[in-house]
Nanobody
């Protein structure tokens, strides 16, 4: 089964930037076969789908709350999906997770009970002055 490891979180001031990485590993597994979503959960709040990269056609989706500020990308050679976060706000503070998300369904419909297949362990992002 696929394993996902996130990194790149940390403390950043409002208006700053961070780049999160999600590395996919596992025997003979490549990103070509997986749609990868980014999710987040802030203390006391429900999980939220943030962004997703479709392996089928390279399309991307974003939550309204991050459109224009976050960019998802993929490096197949490194089996890595990135989330570039810019113009960060205190409300972006959360634990960020990547997950395998077929057809990016859970990213878009998490509040309807859809769930990704496999999760990473998460990385903390704190936006504070």
């Amino acid at each position: 089964q696929p394993q996902l490891v996130e990194s790149g979180g940390g403390l950043v001031q409002p208006g700053g930037s961070l780049r999160l990485s999600c590395v996919l590993s596992g025997f003979a597994l490549t990103l070509d076969n997986y749609d990868i979503g980014w999710f987040r959960q802030a203390p006391g709040k429900e999980r939220e789908g943030v962004s997703c990269f479709s392996s089928n056609d390279g399309s991307t989706v974003y939550a309204d709350s991050v459109k224009g500020r976050f960019t998802i990308s993929r490096d197949n050679a490194k089996n890595t999906v990135y989330l570039q976060m810019s113009s960060l706000k205190p409300e972006d503070t959360a634990v960020y997770y990547c997950a395998t998300d077929p057809a990016c369904t859970a990213t878009l419909r998490l509040n309807e009970g859809y769930e990704p297949d496999y999760w990473g362990q998460g990385t903390q992002v704190t936006v504070s002055s």
